[in-house]
């Protein structure tokens, strides 16, 4: 004759072994819910991950590199001169870009992802470039030598990429004085960047706002063969005086 076998606490086998998976996925779900919040704060206030869509910091960042960006400068510390930056389009920098297309399951859960700092976004609002003046410095171009000034210094920059022949620092002359709470910044493809250089014309006068600054690019995070950490280069701009 069979017998009916009952759990120590009065439950069947099967009713233990029913409430246990469903213990198991609440607490499942908890943790993807606990991890996707804490992976949006980390995106939110701390780091973000940007992929590089042009040749304009070529040989720094080569095209389709992902980056880590430190979104606590200059946020808590101030940027400084040499500083790789990722900053929003203070106006006019970039094309208009066309409305989206309407997405598919794959786009939407891309999005998801983008949304909580898992994956780089695939954006055309944001530039990345290296602080070159900092408020109140003025930069100059080009000395006898072709050689960009900051307060009458010098830059040697050993992480500029000139065009085969050319000797100058940069192909248009020009002299700013930065304002306050805003950038001078020059992309390291000298000759291939539309940076301050170019957008004089524009209402910021090619000057970008610290508000639009997102954070200092520290980190190459993909191809894994080009892991590495981003230099300042912080031996180019010693003994500048401040202006």
């Not at 399951?105 to 891309?110: R, T």
Request: net charge negative; proline share 7%; hydrophobic share 40%.
């Amino acid at each position: 004759m069979a017998q009916h076998i009952e759990a120590v606490d009065g439950e069947s086998a099967p009713q233990k072994q029913s409430r246990g998976w469903i213990v198991f996925l609440r607490d499942l779900l908890i943790i993807l819910l606990a991890a996707l919040v804490v992976s949006f704060l980390i995106k939110t206030f701390l780091i973000r991950s940007f992929y590089i869509p042009s040749a304009s910091m070529e040989d720094t960042l080569q095209i389709d590199d992902r980056i880590i960006v430190n979104q606590l400068t200059p946020a808590l510390w101030p940027l400084e001169r040499g500083d790789v930056v990722v900053f929003e389009d203070p106006g006019g920098w970039l094309p208009a870009s066309s409305a989206p297309a309407e997405q598919g399951f794959p786009d939407v859960v891309g999005g998801i992802l983008e949304f909580v700092g898992l994956a780089s976004p695939d954006t055309n609002d944001h530039l990345i470039k290296r602080v070159i003046g900092l408020p109140g410095d003025t930069v100059a171009c080009c000395d006898e030598f072709g050689r960009i000034t900051v307060n009458g210094v010098a830059l040697d920059e050993t992480y500029t990429k000139l065009p085969a022949g050319a000797t100058d620092a940069s192909k248009d002359e020009f002299e700013v004085t930065v304002p306050d709470d805003a950038l001078w910044v020059m992309g390291d493809n000298r000759y291939n960047s539309q940076d301050s250089r170019y957008n004089r014309d524009k209402p910021g006068e090619g000057f970008v706002p610290m508000e639009d600054a997102v954070g200092r690019a520290i980190v190459i995070s993909w191809p894994f063969d080009r892991w590495s950490w981003l230099d300042n280069h912080s031996e180019t701009f010693v003994g500048i005086p401040e202006q």
